[in-house]
């Protein structure tokens, strides 16, 4: 390590504080209830009464913007930047999907039944084709039938309802539709054929 990674470093990590305490600012702003800290003003710190979101949300803006300087300044960590980066992501929407809008608790979600607005029959063309590969497994050709299908599918637009097992909060999803027949929907044949890919024979 020599001084210009030492400067590298301080100053992604002073930019990266910067704009993913701007990133939560923004958030607690978005919404009245959106508060870093839940309930009435504390005299103690009280780690349960953190937004777990807003944190999370603050940590992967942090790794996102490391990653970004990393790939900018050639840095040999930079993969493993990307990959924390990726995983704290998948982290704060399970926090975020997991959390009450009103208390900001989290895994105290209940699922209930949800809300059908609407069912309907849609009709659609299914062309039958089958997918030839070679021996190796790569793509050769397709090939469509003449037939054609009519295929009836049943799609149903809900509304998903939940509740908060701590404070008894309510809330619903935002519309959204659901092809109830997808398991059943005509797959296309794949044939492997002993043909060898022509691109592997010049080596
Ligand atoms: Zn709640």
């Known amino acids: 390590?020599?001084?210009?990674?030492?400067?590298?470093?301080?100053?992604?990590?002073?930019?990266?504080?910067?704009?993913?305490?701007?990133?939560?600012?923004?958030?607690?702003?978005?919404?009245?209830?959106?508060?870093?800290?839940?309930?009435?003003?504390?005299?103690?710190?009280?780690?349960?009464?953190?937004?777990?979101?807003?944190?999370?949300?603050?940590?992967?803006s942090f790794f996102a913007v490391i990653s970004a300087f990393g790939f900018y300044y050639e840095w040999e960590k930079f993969p493993y930047l990307v990959f924390i980066t990726i995983l704290l992501g998948f982290l704060t929407a399970l926090i975020y999907n997991n959390q009450c809008p009103?208390?900001?608790r989290i895994f105290t979600k209940i699922t209930h039944e949800p809300e059908i607005i609407k069912e309907e029959k849609r009709k659609h063309i299914h062309i039958p084709s089958t997918t030839y590969l070679y021996s190796d497994g790569t793509f050769k050709n397709r090939k469509s039938s003449n037939r054609r299908e009519t295929i009836i599918e049943t799609v149903r637009t809900q509304k998903d309802n939940f509740s908060c097992r701590s404070c008894g909060h309510k809330w619903k999803s935002n519309a959204y539709e659901r092809n109830l027949d997808d398991k059943n929907s005509p797959k296309n044949n794949v044939v492997k054929t002993r043909h060898k890919n022509p691109d592997d024979s010049i080596f």
């Open 1 to 60: 390590m020599d001084l210009q990674n030492i400067l590298e470093g301080i100053i992604s990590s002073l930019i990266a504080t910067m704009i993913s305490g701007f990133i939560v600012f923004l958030y607690s702003k978005s919404k009245g209830k959106n508060k870093l800290m839940v309930g009435k003003s504390h005299k103690k710190f009280d780690i349960s009464k953190i937004n777990a979101f807003a944190v999370f949300l603050f940590i992967t």
């Open 102 to 104: 009103n208390c900001k």
